[in-house]
């Protein structure tokens, strides 16, 4: 042990699960963690809603109270672990605004008002850190923040959103449609009694905003990521997606790349369900795991492969960066701010080229094929394969076939032309469905 | 850009493809990387050992230099990309002594002297970074000092050398045998004229024992790890590998558990051929590309992936330490040491218990199979599972049969003494293959 040890308080705001065990391994791991940091870490308290709630660990009654305020007060460290916008925004700012480093997870935070806080962090030279806000303890923050600091990242895809991999995996695994999924989710405990956060994208939404706003030197509020949840996918998208060697992921896409309406450089972010082949490394993560796919232009393809929730894995996310603060302080000076210096334009889904798989059902008759390729040539949007599956099913007493339909590279106006002109072809009985593609 | 921006000073050791990407890229981005910095990054030289060479950029004349010394003297950074122990040794010692933070990418030199090097940074305060040493871009020092430093590693397993996974990938994917293997990986630049260092393990080897140190707190020699090549690997152990639903990969493991026969707590680091489940994370790692699977206490498994190497990828991992010590000196105050407290014992293989895959070609006759299982129960190690391949091949005039057998958890020397028995039973034919099983 050291001589002239310093001594770092810290305070915990949230004894929920991850604050619980936060609170805990401070206590139980000290030595070891003022090993690895250079420094003592004292907490100093655990703000709580209820003093008397049951905790999934127990914590000494005089470490906790119900006045977060009293804590930051007197803590070099205040470990953020409420959730929700307020009162989270307000004792965060009051915690940066007292030269405390702050360490949170709470995505929903950054992604409204990241901004905000980092400017407060910059004004008195303190440090946020947030990498238990994406994918929990799969190491991203960082690794875009520090690793990759010297390179340029073209694009993020990353399957940051467990509950829906979780439903998605099963809808492919077993065949079950959307709603039984959902349902064995919700009873494993892996979707919430109201699931439609996970489910219509919100959450996956806000981990993109932080992402694409880290790897590209740029805000990306949250208003700016197109959003589409995986309410839509049904149990025919997912077979016709195993039948072209396809799996659908819900992705969260964070790309730098041309607008292509104005020609400028720009940041695409969304959030949508897509078709990537089985063999891309983002298919093997399976049940409710995260992977993030990171393409750099030095470093070339990386991911990054874990459990994306749970108590402990968030907790040990926490705990890594409290000794990241901690080593901060024993170093002395202004925390390293966020980078906005690219401050590059957002860029709307209307002006990204994407890949769109399109599944029609048309009558099985002479001059179908003509029809249907004229429709996307007079579009000027390039057909790259065509499958046409054997008539299985009549409809208006004829007989119809079924074609699947995967372009180049288009624009969303086109695609979008394109099917609207689809929908009103007198061959074509359905639009059965539309996806992208990635991969 | 800011008023009272503070310039360092960078110096290169090393004009090789890596120095002289890192030096171009110092040269072509110095506003970025300053903005990403908080500080000015002046590429003072570059020490080369021939000045009229031809390098893979083209860099400036005047900035190079036959004289690491005088570079070195002058600098707030030097990057050490010369390889090799002397005279990199003792420039980096030179460099930290200065009180430089040193940034190098060489694997052979922290392997054999890492705890000299930790130390002189120590004793200056200056900070030593090696992200590139261990699977180029693959970001995974980082992710173990900082991200993890609140957590418990207990395994590391990781596929570090793309070499011997391409020519592994190769016989696998292509049924060759491994000296055809080796001919299409020097062929395409895969492997080294001399290939020794690859495919008889040494790098993984160094590379092991840099991740045990790093992850265990614990200043593991060289000495220490067990190595294995994959030069005995057959093209009959790919296949056979393949009916049993495995593929076999060259591991740089690394395992914090008991010591078998002490019963203390030791770290057990190893490079060997190694059986894992075709459904494991690592067997996704393909062609030339490196994986690293990290289990931690609250953390989970992760696995971190892309291409272990290239001169781009390289480059990059460099460039996020140039960023990172360049952060560290705006901030000031004493650099991150190699923390070594836990400091435990290294556990000789001889006392790690692993479960293997054996094969025997034994005479099909009645009563073998029972004195199979009596040699292995004698020896007290448990078998998990045996399958009997369709009689195929005379040998001796009499019909043979093929066992392959895995065994449950058993200490090396009861499994060696099972072999050496199975190896003078009269039924035994021969023991065609001995593999250790992980997964």
């Known amino acids: 042990m050291r001589e002239n040890y310093r001594k770092l308080r810290v305070a915990v705001l949230g004894g929920g699960t991850v604050g619980a065990q936060v609170a805990h391994r401070l206590l139980d791991n000290a030595d070891e963690l003022g090993s690895r940091s250079g420094a003592g870490l004292e907490l100093i308290g655990v703000a709580v809603r209820d003093l008397s709630a049951k905790r999934s660990v127990a914590l000494p009654k005089k470490l906790l109270t119900t006045d977060p305020h009293s804590l930051?007060?007197?803590?070099?460290?205040?470990?953020?672990?409420?959730?929700?916008?307020?009162?989270?925004?307000?004792?965060?700012?009051?915690?940066?605004?007292?030269?405390?480093?702050v360490i949170t997870a709470n995505k929903a935070l950054l992604a409204e008002h990241g901004p905000e806080l980092f400017d407060a962090a910059a004004k008195v030279g303190a440090q946020l850190y947030y990498e238990a806000a994406v994918a929990a303890a799969i190491p991203i923050i960082r690794p875009l923040r520090?690793?990759?600091?010297?390179?340029?990242?073209?694009?993020?895809?990353?399957?940051?959103?467990?509950?829906?991999?979780?439903?998605?995996?099963?809808?492919?695994?077993?065949?079950?449609?959307?709603?039984?999924?959902?349902?064995?989710?919700?009873?494993?405990?892996?979707?919430?009694?109201?699931?439609?956060?996970?489910?219509?994208?919100?959450?996956?939404?806000?981990?993109?905003?932080?992402?694409?706003?880290?790897?590209?030197?740029?805000?990306?509020?949250?208003?700016?990521?197109?959003?589409?949840?995986?309410?839509?996918?049904?149990?025919?998208?997912?077979?016709?997606?195993?039948?072209?060697?396809?799996?659908?992921?819900?992705?969260?896409?964070?790309?730098?790349?041309v607008d292509a309406h104005t020609g400028q450089e720009g940041v695409s972010t969304r959030v949508h369900p897509t078709l990537i082949p089985r063999t891309h490394p983002l298919a093997a993560a399976r049940g409710a795991n995260n992977a993030v796919y990171v393409e750099a232009e030095a470093a070339g393809p990386l991911m990054f492969y874990g459990a994306g929730a749970g108590g402990p894995e968030t907790a040990s996310a926490v705990l890594g960066d409290i000794v990241s603060a901690a080593r901060r302080h024993v170093a002395g000076g202004p925390g390293v701010g966020e980078s906005t210096h690219a401050d590059?334009?957002?860029?709307?889904?209307?002006?990204?080229?994407?890949?769109?798989?399109?599944?029609?059902?048309?009558?099985?008759?002479?001059?179908?094929?003509?029809?249907?390729?004229?429709?996307?040539?007079?579009?000027?949007?390039?057909?790259?394969?065509?499958?046409?599956?054997?008539?299985?099913?009549?409809?208006?007493?004829?007989?119809?076939?079924?074609?699947?339909?995967?372009?180049h590279l288009a624009s969303e106006e086109r695609t979008q032309a394109t099917i609207t002109a689809l929908e009103h072809n007198p061959v074509v009985l359905s639009v059965s469905s539309v996806l992208r593609v990635e991969g």
Chains 1, 2 share one sequence.
Not at 75 to 85: H, K, P, Q
Not at 369 to 397: C, D, K, N, P, R
């Open 72 to 101: 930051i007060v007197g803590a070099d460290i205040v470990v953020e672990l409420m959730g929700g916008l307020e009162p989270a925004r307000t004792l965060v700012l009051e915690a940066l605004a007292s030269g405390a480093d």
């Open 344 to 407: 590059l334009p957002s860029i709307p889904l209307s002006h990204v080229e994407s890949r769109l798989q399109i599944t029609l059902v048309v009558a099985d008759q002479p001059g179908v094929l003509a029809a249907i390729a004229g429709v996307f040539s007079e579009h000027q949007v390039s057909v790259e394969t065509l499958h046409q599956s054997v008539a299985t099913t009549e409809e208006a007493g004829a007989q119809t076939a079924t074609l699947v339909i995967q372009t």
């Open 146 to 257: 520090d690793s990759l600091a010297g390179d340029h990242v073209t694009k993020i895809m990353g399957i940051v959103n467990g509950t829906t991999n979780y439903i998605l995996d099963e809808m492919d695994t077993l065949g079950l449609g959307f709603e039984e999924a959902l349902a064995a989710a919700t009873d494993l405990g892996y979707a919430e009694a109201d699931p439609t956060a996970d489910i219509e994208g919100y959450d996956a939404a806000q981990k993109a905003s932080i992402l694409s706003s880290l790897a590209f030197h740029t805000a990306v509020p949250l208003v700016d990521v197109y959003r589409e949840g995986i309410t839509g996918v049904s149990a025919g998208q997912i077979e016709a997606a195993k039948r072209s060697g396809h799996v659908i992921k819900l992705l969260a896409i964070c790309e730098r790349r």
